[in-house]
Nanobody, 120 residues
Framework: QVQLVESGGGLVQAGGSLRLSCAAS????????MGWYRQAPGKQRELVAG???????NYADSVKGRFTISRDNAKNPVYLQMNSLKPEDTAVYYC??????WGHGRDDYWGQGTQVTVSS
């Protein structure tokens, strides 16, 4: 059974920074792409940032220049460094990963979500 566990959310003032982490566990053969999504109240879940196994990144326009996604292929975590946070960044942030696992093949997995709240 593959699981993703996020950490690092919390309450921060506008202009501040937070770093989210996501670790995968289970019978993992390979972790392909990884990414962070967010969902604010009353809104659809949206992609914030993604990173391929080879390290190619992509970002939502709203976070470019402020957020940085990175991963450690040796240890499997994926990180999201969030700087210059704005109140509109407030949302539940979810980790997503495309993983090949023993006995299950390739599939997408989601973490349980971590709340990020930015006060003005």
């Amino acid at each position: 059974q593959v699981q993703l566990v996020e950490s690092g959310g919390g309450l921060v003032q506008a202009g501040g920074s937070l770093r989210l982490s996501c670790a995968a566990s289970g019978s993992i053969l390979r972790i392909n792409s990884m990414g962070w999504y967010r969902q604010a109240p009353g809104k659809q879940r949206e992609l914030v940032a993604g990173i391929t196994f080879g390290g190619t990144t992509n970002y939502a326009d709203s976070v470019k220049g402020r957020f940085t996604i990175s991963r450690d292929n040796a240890k499997n975590p994926v990180y999201l460094q969030m700087n210059s946070l704005k109140p509109e960044d407030t949302a539940v942030y979810y980790c997503n990963a495309n993983i090949v696992s023993w006995g299950h093949g390739r599939d997408d997995y989601w973490g349980q979500g971590t709340q990020v709240t930015v006060s003005s």
